[in-house]
């Protein structure tokens, strides 16, 4: 990341350079074989064939099979995997740079999801903003805001302002974290209040929830 956030600078120069991170040092995805390697662990978090392998790595999985992993792994998919394959200072590096946004994404049907699909942003104002000091709230939360939504173009969101769709979380940044983790990954995480979504609220405790209110949104042009 150092050599490619230098280039990033340069670039900026010139044009507009963007760029999203999530707050882990691990992917996870579906058992890929042109992934296979022994360079990094490998843990099967799911197997279709073979659901009794679950948690372990696919190394010794193919030790006991005595086979090697890329024949383990034919045998185990359909499947699921975390890819151990990042650099914690990477992650942090990336996270600090000053055009990053904070982003997620996971599979929700998955068994055994990343721990991202609930985690990703309480990691961020948890974890690296208050434990670590890596960056002030204002500027976590705009990495996840309104960085976004001018990055994407998208009208009237990102920031709490009048006449700006009410897209808003409430949450105590003395107690905010993820639990979420790779073992046990579908856990929400502590410490937020009430999510309120296009003004409805979505999610909140002792709270009058009046249903889901997310809707999909085209980026602005810019002509």
Same mark, same amino acid.
């Given at each position: 990341?150092? @050599?490619?956030?230098? #280039?990033?600078?340069?670039? =900026?120069?010139?044009? @507009? ?15 890929? /074989? ?11 978090? +799911? ?9 372990? *790595? /696919? ?5 006991? +099979? ?9 045998? %185990?998919? $359909?499947?699921?995997?975390? &890819? &151990?394959?990042?650099? @914690?200072?990477?992650?942090? !590096?990336?996270?600090?740079? $000053? ?7 996971? %599979? ?9 699909? +609930?985690?990703? #942003? ?9 434990? @670590?000091?890596? #960056? ?10 309104? /960085?976004?939504?001018? =990055?994407?173009? %998208?009208?009237? !969101? ?9 897209? %808003?979380? /409430?949450?105590? $940044?003395?107690?905010? !974290? ?6 046990? $990954? ?18 909140? =405790?002792?709270?009058?929830? *009046?249903?889901?209110?997310?809707? #999909?949104?085209? =980026?602005?042009?810019?002509?």
């Amino acid at each position: 990341t150092k @050599e490619t956030l230098a #280039f990033f600078d340069q670039m =900026r120069q010139h044009q @507009e350079i963007g760029c999203d991170v999530y707050p882990y040092s691990a992917s996870s995805s579906t058992l890929d /074989l042109k992934q296979v390697t022994d360079e990094f662990d490998i843990v099967i978090t +799911w197997s279709q064939t073979h659901p009794q392998q679950a948690g372990k *790595t /696919l190394a010794q999985i193919a030790i006991d +099979w005595q086979m090697s992993m890329l024949e383990a792994a034919k045998l %185990l998919m $359909p499947a699921g995997a975390i &890819y &151990y394959n990042m650099d @914690e200072r990477d992650v942090r !590096r990336v996270l600090s740079y $000053p055009v990053s946004m904070i982003g997620s994404d996971g %599979l929700p049907n998955d068994p055994m999801p990343h721990p991202r699909l +609930w985690g990703a #942003f309480p990691r961020v104002l948890g974890h690296y903003c208050r434990d @670590e000091g890596l #960056f002030p709230l204002t500027t976590a939360i705009h990495k996840m805001t309104g /960085l976004s939504a001018s =990055r994407f173009r %998208l009208p009237q !969101r990102g920031l709490v302002k009048v006449g700006y769709f009410a897209d %808003l979380v /409430l949450f105590d $940044p003395q107690t905010i !974290r993820d639990v979420a983790s790779f073992s046990d $990954p579908k856990r929400p995480a502590d410490g937020i209040e009430a999510v309120m979504v296009n003004g409805v609220m979505s999610y909140g =405790r002792d709270k009058h929830i *009046t249903g889901r209110a997310g809707r #999909f949104l085209r =980026r602005q042009t810019s002509h």
